[in-house]
T-cell receptor, first 113, second 112 residues
Framework: QKEVEQNSGPLSVPEGAIASLNCTYS??????FFWYRQYSGKSPELIMS????GDKEDGRFTAQLNKASQYVSLLIRDSQPSDSATYLC?????????????FGKGTHLIIQP | DAGVTQSPTHLIKTRGQHVTLRCSPISGHKSVSWYQQVLGQGPQFIFQ???????GRGNFPDRFSARQFPNYSSELNVNALLLGDSALYLC???????????FGDGTRLSIL
């Protein structure tokens, strides 16, 4: 059973601080890793993709991947109230021809003004 | 450029009916995937199509079917609707395997 685990939260972070979101996955064959942001009542919006070990930075967002530990994280620097949302970790697997995303349940992030 | 478009936005059906949901991918994207999201959960993979062929399916019953057309748009069909089929149905497109998938706004399906 391929699984992606996230702490559902809520995770409360003061405005201007760093928010740290974590995700673990079960299948070592996983190749592609994504973070999506989903506002209440809206669809998921892609914010980061990462494919190899290490860090990847894009503006205030940094994704970190450690395949040996089967661990993916997302850091949000200088958190803003508009960052309050559910953050979904998603993984694609190498087996077979399809690369349907397997999602975690999401972490609900609250940025306190 | 237009993003992924889905229709209709909302739909109300009764048990036993069937439904067809439609999706147009981002221009140039050849892969379309369908997901079901129930409240409080992450999206669950239903189908993926690439170049008009089914590339894979998730753990959903045969009541669910889909197809992709020559213009890469796609339909998701659900027969014999159950109360448990009430959910947000999401379509996502990507230009190739392993590339980021971009989601449409979804179709919210309610079964009475």
């Amino acid at each position: 059973q391929k699984e992606v685990e996230q702490n559902s939260g809520p995770l409360s972070v003061p405005e201007g601080a760093i928010a740290s979101l974590n995700c673990t996955y079960s299948d070592r064959g996983s190749q592609s890793f994504f973070w999506y942001r989903q506002y209440s009542g809206k669809s998921p919006e892609l914010i980061m993709s990462i494919y190899s070990n290490g860090d990847k930075e894009d503006g205030r967002f940094t994704a970190q991947l450690n395949k040996a530990s089967q661990y993916v994280s997302l850091l949000i620097r200088d958190s803003q109230p508009s960052d309050s949302a559910t953050y979904l970790c998603a993984v694609t697997y190498s087996g077979g021809g399809a690369d349907g995303l397997t999602f975690g349940k999401g972490t609900h992030l609250i940025i306190q003004p | 450029d237009a993003g992924v478009t889905q229709s209709p936005t909302h739909l109300i059906k009764t048990r036993g009916q069937h439904v067809t949901l439609r999706c147009s991918p981002i221009s140039g994207h050849k892969s379309v995937s369908w997901y079901q999201q129930v409240l409080g959960q992450g999206p669950q993979f239903i189908f993926q199509y690439y170049e008009k062929e089914e590339r894979g399916r998730g753990n959903f019953p045969d009541r669910f079917s889909a197809r992709q057309f020559p213009n890469y748009s796609s339909e998701l069909n659900v027969n014999a609707l159950l109360l448990g089929d009430s959910a947000l149905y999401l379509c996502a497109s990507s230009w190739d395997r392993g590339q980021p998938q971009h989601f449409g706004d979804g179709t919210r399906l309610s079964i009475l």
